[in-house]
């Protein structure tokens, strides 16, 4: 059996049967055949950041796309930070 996978949109529709029309989530997940948590998880979504709420396959939100792009600059940091550690112990022993 494969995993089901639903748009955005409609997400937004099932979200918006609960919240504006007032129907209830198990009324909700019966006639769309979607388990309870999964519309229940989808409010709580949508309810924390709506204009990003369900970005979709590929598509990152802007904090997590920063963070990882500042992930990648600690990791090059560390990587430039030892190289110079390394150096400066030989030149040290060199010295000497």
């Given at each position: 059996?494969?995993r089901r996978k639903f748009s955005r949109e409609?997400?937004?529709?099932?979200?918006?049967?609960?919240?504006?029309?007032?129907?209830?989530?198990?009324?909700?997940?019966?006639?769309?055949?979607?388990?309870?948590?999964?519309?229940?998880?989808?409010?709580?979504?949508?309810?924390?950041?709506p204009q990003q709420a369900f970005p979709g396959?590929?598509?990152?939100?802007?904090?997590?796309?920063?963070?990882?792009?500042?992930?990648?600059?600690?990791?090059?940091?560390?990587?430039?930070?030892?190289?110079?550690?390394?150096?400066?112990?030989?030149?040290?022993?060199?010295?000497?």
């Amino acid at each position: 059996m494969q995993r089901r996978k639903f748009s955005r949109e409609y997400k937004l529709e099932a979200v918006k049967l609960i919240k504006e029309r007032g129907v209830s989530v198990a009324q909700v997940s019966r006639d769309l055949d979607v388990v309870e948590s999964v519309l229940r998880r989808w409010l709580r979504e949508e309810g924390t950041d709506p204009q990003q709420a369900f970005p979709g396959n590929g598509q990152v939100k802007p904090e997590q796309l920063e963070i990882s792009q500042l992930r990648r600059e600690v990791a090059k940091l560390k990587a430039e930070r030892d190289i110079l550690k390394k150096a400066a112990a030989y030149f040290a022993r060199e010295a000497i």
